[in-house]
């Protein structure tokens, strides 16, 4: 069965501090695995989409990596701001774009 | 600006009442898509549509309708037959079906039941 798990469920970090939310996914076959921002109560926003040959996109301060042997990505967030408390979520292509599998979201807080 | 206009973004429905969620969507865009989102699941797809006149089932259909009339638009009636329609629901477009062609959401519809 095609899935993608996230973790944590949810964060809670300081204002100015990195972290790091994990992706594991089984799904067959992988077209790519995409990141996306999702702010409460809108529509999630792109940030990276990543295909099976790329192992590292930046976009600011966000930074997605791909471990395709391992089936495994992580998104890396640098220097956090209080505009990064969202909702994040991987989603991962099984062939087309009427076949993503949709993770459940890792939400994130930042405090000051 | 381009981009896709979801209408009302909140929505009341009665027991036994249909009701219609707007879509609209100026980027030119050939492939339409209506997701599901509930707490703590992933967003599950509904109807997507590739072209016009077009439309095919999602995971979740039932209870739901589409029409594709027009290029920029594609409207969800949520039908009595949906048992628990309470639920934020997402609109999406992309340049074509194609993985490769990234998704541009609304800004969502928050429907509950009454």
């Known amino acids: 069965k095609n899935q993608v798990e996230q973790s944590p469920q949810s964060l809670i970090i300081l204002e100015g501090k990195n972290c790091t939310l994990q992706?594991?996914?089984?799904?067959?076959?992988?077209?790519?695995l995409r990141w996306y921002k999702q702010d409460t109560g809108r529509g999630p926003v792109s940030l990276t989409i990543?295909?099976?040959s790329e192992n590292t996109k930046s976009n600011g301060r966000y930074t997605a990596t791909l471990d395709a042997d391992t089936k495994q990505s992580s998104l890396h967030i640098t220097a956090s701001q209080l505009s990064d408390s969202a909702s994040y979520i991987c989603?991962?292509?099984?062939?087309?774009?009427?076949?993503?599998?949709w993770g459940a979201g890792t939400k994130l807080i930042i405090k000051p | 600006d381009g981009g896709i206009t979801q209408s009302p973004k909140y929505l009341f429905r009665k027991e036994g009442q249909n009701v219609t969620l707007s879509c609209e969507q100026n980027?030119?865009?050939?492939?339409m898509y209506w997701y599901r989102q509930d707490p703590g699941q992933g967003l599950r797809l509904i109807y997507y549509?590739?072209?016009?006149?077009?439309?095919q089932k999602g995971d979740i259909a039932e209870g739901y309708s589409v029409s594709r009339e027009k290029k920029e638009s594609f409207p969800l009636t949520v039908t009595s037959a949906q048992k628990n329609p309470t639920a934020f629901y997402l609109c999406?477009?992309?340049?074509?079906?194609?993985?490769?062609?990234?998704?541009?959401f609304g800004s969502g519809t928050r429907l509950t039941v009454v």
């Open positions: 999406a477009s992309s340049a074509g079906t194609d993985s490769n062609y990234g998704y541009t």
């Open positions: 980027l030119n865009h050939d492939a």
């Open positions: 549509s590739q072209i016009v006149n077009d439309f």
């Open positions: 992706c594991n996914y089984t799904v067959s076959p992988f077209s790519n």
């Open positions: 990543m295909t099976f």
């Open positions: 989603v991962v292509s099984a062939g087309s774009n009427y076949q993503l599998i």
